[in-house]
Each structure stands twice: as structure tokens, then as C-alpha cells.
């Protein structure tokens, strides 16, 4: 997984992905940037409930 800006490129290496390390990796985003937009598909770790929860709680 990973991000890109115009100065930034940050990635995750991951034997697996779930809702809780794609968490992890925007909370990181979020304390290194403050602000992000987020482009995502509909993966299932995308729109989880646990994930559904975390977008209302971090707008």
C-alpha cells in the first residue's frame, strides 16, 4: 500500500492487509501530514465497519 504527493512517497510492505493496518497507515499519514485525502476503491478493507467508524470519526 502506499501514498504520493509531490514531494512524499510513503509505502507499506505487508504480508496481509486488513482494515486494522490500513488504519495504522492513514493514522501515520495523518501524524506526519495532518490533513490527507484519501482516494480509495471498494476493497473490503476499505469500507469495513471498523473503517466506516474511523471516516466519521476523522473528518
Given at each position: 500500500?502506499?501514498?504520493?504527493?509531490?514531494?512524499?512517497?510513503?509505502?507499506e510492505?505487508?504480508?496481509?492487509?486488513?482494515?486494522?493496518?490500513?488504519?495504522?497507515?492513514?493514522?501515520?499519514?495523518?501524524?506526519?501530514?495532518?490533513?490527507?485525502?484519501?482516494?480509495?476503491?471498494?476493497?473490503?478493507?476499505?469500507?469495513?465497519?471498523?473503517?466506516?467508524e474511523?471516516?466519521?470519526?476523522?473528518?
Open positions: 500500500m502506499g501514498t504520493l504527493n509531490s514531494d512524499h512517497f510513503i509505502y510492505l505487508s504480508d496481509k492487509l486488513n482494515s486494522d493496518i490500513f488504519k495504522n497507515f492513514l493514522l501515520r499519514l495523518i501524524d506526519q501530514f495532518k490533513k490527507v485525502v484519501i482516494v480509495i476503491d471498494h476493497g473490503p478493507y476499505h469500507v469495513s465497519k471498523n473503517m466506516q474511523f471516516y466519521v470519526e476523522n473528518r
